[in-house]
């Protein structure tokens, strides 16, 4: 690679807990140094580079990994955030965001599930995901079934613009003549030791939500297939590099040292574990604290959030 080049590189596993691992890896090891605009005086470059990321079984077991930022019950609630619009409500009114960083509003700007459900244009509003679901239905092989984030009027002015950009999505038939749900998404920037693992939990419960709407549409199952990550940026900032690196002065062993001294089962869980924890992780997170705390959550997400949890108490319901 010649210098200056922003390397490309290639993750291929069976889980989510493989891939992240593989990334983390790969781009710690052959990613490029560069600076980031939420660097601190003292913080080192990030190590940086695209990313194209495949998970073959998303959700295969073990589904989760334990390095994480966030504790399990918050990880419940991201992702009622992603798929049902749990707090599509904290965002702050459209004359605000226009404001961009004028704005004393320091509430949020964008949801991806209000970006992807209810995408505005002029007075329009869109639900992508439906229109997704509808393409795919009425012609399974259409390569036109996709769904944006980006607002060009809106980001651009903000700090904080988003991450994820587009959602792309194919049936395919497989041997039995069956359908099975492929399903790609493509990223302007990304965390990837603190953000990218819950966004692929929460994307792909997403991707199974949209592939059960498609199924009642056609009248027969429809597979979850595999899921592809695409990442313009996925890096690790300078800052997490002391939690990489580990601290042998203290005895603190570096990420790797950890992959290496504990089996995969010690360093993932299973959804059956982790279901629990979803439910309510007794630390005031999950679904049922969620519900009670949020008492300005509208009535249609509270609805669909309650929903969920009532799958969730059955024995078969997949985290």
């Given at each position: 690679?010649?210098?200056?080049?922003?390397?490309?590189?290639?993750v291929?596993?069976?889980t989510?807990?493989?891939?992240?691992?593989?990334?983390?890896?790969?781009?710690?090891e052959?990613?490029?140094?560069?600076?980031?605009?939420?660097?601190?005086?003292?913080d080192?470059?990030s190590k940086d580079a695209?990313v194209?990321?495949?998970?073959?079984?998303?959700?295969?077991?073990?589904?989760?990994h334990?390095?994480?930022?966030?504790?399990?019950?918050?990880?419940?609630?991201?992702?009622?955030e992603?798929?049902?619009?749990?707090?599509?409500?904290?965002?702050?009114?459209?004359?605000?965001?226009l404001?961009g960083?004028?704005?004393?509003d320091k509430?949020w700007t964008?949801?991806?599930?209000?970006?992807?459900?209810?995408?505005r244009?002029?007075?329009?509003v869109?639900?992508?995901?439906?229109?997704m679901?509808?393409?795919?239905?009425?012609?399974?092989?259409t390569?036109?079934?996709?769904?944006?984030?980006?607002?060009p009027?809106?980001d651009?002015?903000?700090?904080?613009?988003?991450?994820?950009?587009r959602?792309?999505?194919?049936?395919?038939?497989?041997?039995?003549?069956?359908?099975?749900?492929?399903?790609?998404?493509?990223?302007?920037?990304?965390?990837?030791?603190?953000?990218?693992f819950?966004?692929?939990?929460?994307?792909?419960t997403?991707?199974r939500?949209?592939a059960?709407?498609?199924?009642?549409k056609?009248?027969?199952p429809?597979?979850?297939?595999?899921?592809?990550?695409?990442?313009?940026?996925l890096?690790?900032?300078?800052?997490?590099f002391?939690?990489?690196?580990?601290?042998p002065?203290?005895g603190?062993?570096?990420?790797?040292?950890?992959?290496?001294?504990?089996?995969?089962?010690?360093?993932?869980?299973?959804?059956?574990?982790?279901k629990p924890?979803f439910?309510?992780d007794?630390?005031?997170?999950?679904?049922?604290?969620?519900?009670e705390?949020?008492?300005?959550m509208?009535?249609d997400?509270?609805?669909?959030?309650?929903?969920?949890?009532?799958?969730?108490?059955?024995?078969?319901?997949?985290?």
């Open positions: 690679m010649q210098a200056g080049q922003i390397p490309i590189l290639h291929d596993a069976d989510i807990p493989r891939a992240y691992e593989q990334a983390i890896r790969e781009v710690w052959k990613g490029i140094s560069v600076r980031t605009e939420y660097d601190r005086a003292d080192p470059p695209t194209v990321i495949v998970v073959q079984e998303p959700f295969a077991q073990p589904r989760f334990r390095s994480f930022a966030d504790g399990l019950g918050g990880l419940a609630e991201y992702v009622m992603v798929v049902h619009g749990a707090h599509d409500y904290w965002v702050k009114p459209l004359e605000e965001i404001k960083t004028e704005s004393q509430r964008y949801t991806y599930h209000g970006r992807l459900f209810e995408y244009v002029e007075n329009s869109i639900d992508q995901i439906d229109a679901i509808n393409k795919l239905a009425g012609t399974y092989y390569r036109r079934a996709q769904a944006i984030t980006w607002n009027k809106l651009p002015p903000t700090e904080d613009p988003p991450c994820l950009q959602i792309w999505g194919r049936l395919c038939e497989d041997e039995e003549g069956g359908y099975v749900f492929n399903m790609n998404t493509h990223w302007r920037s990304r965390d990837l030791f603190k953000a990218w819950e966004n692929v939990i929460a994307i792909t997403l991707m939500t949209i059960e709407e498609i199924g009642k056609v009248n027969s429809v597979r979850v297939g595999r899921y592809a990550d695409i990442s313009d940026s890096h690790i900032y300078g800052s997490y002391r939690e990489i690196e580990g601290d002065e203290k603190i062993k570096s990420f790797f040292e950890k992959l290496e001294s504990r089996s995969f089962e010690e360093r993932t869980w299973y959804s059956d574990f982790v924890y439910i309510d007794g630390l005031g997170k999950g679904l049922k604290p969620m519900l705390r949020e008492t300005e509208p009535a997400v509270r609805q669909a959030i309650d929903k969920e949890l009532r799958m969730m108490e059955e024995d078969d319901y997949i985290v």
